[in-house]
């Protein structure tokens, strides 16, 4: 790609929104349509175009006043989404995606007076992030916090097998759930209560706002088809609930409740 002039453009569109989600590399379903709607909050969605093509999507999660870009809380890969068919020759590959995030930071810098965002782990260079106002510090800089994603690939996995190659812990623990029941659920209110008592054992109270949250991506979930909750249940009850969203190249695993007098079973 040549030295562009690029455009931003909101994009309405669910259906052509998520059709490009899911061709990135770093789309991912915390990007999609349902999922942003699930939140409560304002966002919106931008289209990145150079004068031939649209090159990279950037999903922006705003707080009431729409002056500043959110981190949201459980979405963990948002932020800039590049295009598949964005790179013609692959030693380009870093010029362009450089080139495109330089131009977001710009644009959004301009836009909005703070600004947060939670990458994909598949988002391989920080350097416009890192450089912003380098000479000028007292303009303004991003802090920026690495995290970790762990990744479990099962697509070559036997599941007949499977247990003999875990831990001998693992193994024990595995033969001790044997009899119990695991199942797809829909009762949102038992995870959620289940979901409070988690953190009550701790003694930490969740604010009304964070159920209501965790409440609200839950059904989204389950009602359009893109999440799953099971429950395990030992003879003494339901002593486990978990929630997993699914795009098409990959399941996350999000929330996950227990009873906290059946912590012992192996449940979890």
């Given at each position: 790609?040549?030295?562009?002039?690029?455009?931003?453009?909101?994009?309405?569109?669910?259906?052509?929104?998520?059709?490009?989600?899911?061709?990135?590399?770093?789309?991912?379903?915390?990007?999609?349509?349902?999922?942003?709607?699930?939140?409560?909050?304002?966002?919106?969605?931008?289209?990145?175009?150079?004068?031939?093509?649209?090159?990279?999507?950037?999903?922006?999660?705003?707080?009431?006043?729409?002056?500043?870009?959110?981190?949201?809380?459980?979405?963990?890969?948002?932020?800039?989404?590049?295009?598949?068919?964005?790179?013609?020759?692959?030693?380009?590959?870093?010029?362009?995606?450089?080139?495109?995030?330089?131009?977001?930071?710009?644009?959004?810098?301009?836009?909005?007076?703070?600004?947060?965002?939670?990458?994909?782990?598949?988002?391989?260079?920080?350097?416009?992030?890192?450089?912003?106002?380098?000479?000028?510090?007292?303009?303004?800089?991003?802090?920026?916090?690495?995290?970790?994603?762990?990744?479990?690939?099962?697509?070559?996995?036997?599941?007949?097998?499977?247990?003999?190659?875990?831990?001998?812990?693992?193994?024990?623990?595995?033969?001790?759930?044997?009899?119990?029941?695991?199942?797809?659920?829909?009762?949102v209110d038992r995870f959620l209560a289940l979901y409070a008592l988690t953190f009550a054992r701790q003694d930490i109270v969740l604010p009304a706002s964070t159920l209501a949250l965790v409440c609200g991506i839950t059904n989204a979930a389950l009602e359009q088809g893109y999440g799953r909750l099971t429950s395990c249940t030992t003879p003494q009850g339901v002593a486990s609930m978990t929630l997993f969203l699914f795009d098409r190249q990959r399941t996350y695993y999000l929330f996950a409740a227990n009873d906290p007098d059946l912590?012992?079973?192996?449940?979890?």
């Open positions: 790609m040549a030295k562009a002039q690029f455009e931003l453009t909101e994009v309405g569109d669910d259906a052509l929104w998520d059709r490009l989600v899911a061709t990135s590399p770093q789309g991912t379903v915390f990007s999609q349509s349902g999922f942003l709607r699930s939140l409560g909050c304002p966002f919106k969605r931008y289209l990145i175009s150079d004068p031939q093509k649209p090159v990279a999507l950037c999903c922006a999660v705003e707080d009431p006043s729409c002056e500043q870009l959110l981190a949201y809380d459980f979405t963990p890969y948002q932020g800039i989404l590049f295009l598949p068919d964005l790179f013609i020759l692959p030693r380009q590959r870093v010029l362009d995606e450089f080139r495109i995030t330089e131009f977001v930071v710009t644009a959004f810098t301009e836009r909005y007076r703070t600004i947060a965002m939670s990458m994909s782990w598949l988002f391989t260079d920080l350097r416009p992030f890192l450089w912003h106002n380098y000479h000028q510090s007292d303009l303004g800089q991003f802090k920026v916090t690495p995290r970790y994603t762990g990744i479990l690939d099962l697509r070559n996995v036997d599941s007949a097998t499977l247990p003999a190659q875990t831990r001998a812990c693992r193994r024990q623990e595995l033969r001790k759930a044997a009899a119990y029941i695991v199942q797809e659920e829909r009762d912590r012992n079973t192996g449940a979890a």
